[in-house]
């Protein structure tokens, strides 16, 4: 009776916190929404928060409430965003996309104002006199956006960030980053880019770097599907008009558009 007692003490004790768990499960159990699990299968599974969600989970269940659309998953690629569009019953722009850094001035095109010795940031830097390179609307040159991607998309030659369309899935987290606001997410088919973002007028653009818009409109003018138009003193693409038929290249005489 001394072993015995226990044993059958403790196995009640068992039985009554099963019973007392199942009827738990049965009865506190949250509903599961059968749409956002199956959203949640067709999704890769990174959990890279690149979609602005948190997680593949954030993401699932806001794609199923109809918050988000189908083709926020950058690892998943057009193949995910197909199979979500599937599942909604709605269509969707398969096309791929990757990240552009509207800026050429490297330095052999641009010389620094001041000698900055601060954090090495980019957003940092930026608050002293817009950085520390004569066009303040350029690229600072820190690395950013290379720390942010989560993908390794982007390296850094020359004191520049190099974007690999090969590996970058367009997923805009470098962009978020950018306090100058350079990096932009185009269709991954373009060829013509305007590599430039500097705003102001006059000789100054001119002698902040030497591939910078002046603003000439000699690319807008010869573009035969009017794809280029001028604004804030830039030129600005339309990728949904463009041809990359190269014209605009052609006439630039500052080796902006690239």
């Avoid at 052999?108 to 957003?123: D, I, P």
């Avoid at 367009?170 to 705003?199: D, F, W």
């Avoid at 280029?228 to 041809?243: F, G, P, R």
Wanted: charge should be positive; aromatic fraction near 4%; charged fraction near 15%.
């Amino acid at each position: 009776m001394q072993i015995f007692l226990p044993v059958i003490i403790v196995t009640v004790i068992g039985l009554i916190a099963g019973l007392g768990l199942a009827l738990a499960s049965k009865f506190m159990a949250v509903p599961t929404d059968e749409k956002q699990e199956k959203v949640r299968e067709c999704l890769p599974g990174a959990n890279c928060g690149a979609c602005g969600y948190s997680g593949c989970d954030g993401y699932a269940a806001a794609v199923a409430s109809g918050e988000a659309p189908p083709d926020k998953c950058a690892p998943g690629g057009s193949s995910t965003a197909v199979a979500l569009a599937e599942l909604l019953g709605v269509e969707v722009n398969t096309e791929p996309k990757v990240a552009f850094i509207a800026c050429n001035g490297s330095a052999e095109n641009t010389e620094a104002k001041y000698a900055y010795s601060g954090m090495m940031s980019c957003a940092a830097a930026n608050l002293v006199q817009s950085g520390p390179m004569q066009c303040k609307y350029g690229c600072i040159g820190f690395g950013d956006c290379y720390k942010s991607c989560p993908f390794g998309a982007i390296t850094m030659q020359n004191g520049r960030p190099v974007i690999c369309k090969d590996i970058c899935v367009g997923c805009g987290k470098c962009a978020s980053v950018c306090p100058k606001s350079l990096i932009s997410i185009i269709p991954k088919s373009a060829k013509v880019h305007v590599s430039c973002a500097n705003k102001a007028k006059g000789v100054q653009v001119a002698k902040s770097c030497k591939v910078s818009c002046i603003s000439c409109q000699m690319c807008a003018k010869n573009c035969p599907s009017g794809a280029i138009e001028i604004k804030d003193n830039v030129a600005v693409i339309n990728y949904d008009l463009c041809t990359s038929c190269g014209k605009c290249k052609e006439v630039c005489k500052r080796n902006v558009i690239v």
